[in-house]
Nanobody, 129 residues
Framework: QVQLVESGGGLVQAGGSLRLSCAAS???????????MGWFRQVPGKEREFVAA????????VYADSVKGRFTISRDNVKSTVYLQMNSLKPEDTAVYYC???????????????????WGQGTQATVSS
């Protein structure tokens, strides 16, 4: 089992920045089973959508087109933590942001929700116009 806890959400004006963090915990064997970690977001009444993902080994990254050039995903394997640096924020970035862990060893970083076995509780990010 892997537990994921997000933090760093809040309220920011358009054009501003936020940095989200997601810390993974659990047995050492469980932590090492994580192949990749991703960020998704959801607004009320809409489906959850992919934002970014990064592989634990090698650092392969993938981004949604809507955030390319503005958001940066990174990882600290020693701390078992993944970050999402969000710059040039827009009101349409307002959402609950979820961290997720993919334990399918050997696969590329995925943008598919179904590929992620573990999920955090989410953190709200609100961008005012």
């Amino acid at each position: 089992q892997v537990q994921l806890v997000e933090s760093g959400g809040g309220l920011v004006q358009a054009g501003g920045s936020l940095r989200l963090s997601c810390a993974a915990s659990g047995r050492t064997s469980s932590i090492f089973s994580i192949n990749a970690m991703g960020w998704f977001r959801q607004v009320p009444g809409k489906e959850r959508e992919f934002v970014a993902a990064i592989r634990r080994s090698g650092g392969e990254m993938v981004y949604a087109d809507s955030v390319k050039g503005r958001f940066t995903i990174s990882r600290d394997n020693v701390k078992s933590t993944v970050y999402l640096q969000m710059n040039s924020l827009k009101p349409e970035d307002t959402a609950v942001y979820y961290c997720a862990a993919d334990t399918r060893l050997g696969y590329s970083a995925s943008n598919r929700e179904d590929d992620y076995a573990y999920w955090g509780q989410g953190t709200q990010a609100t961008v005012s116009s």
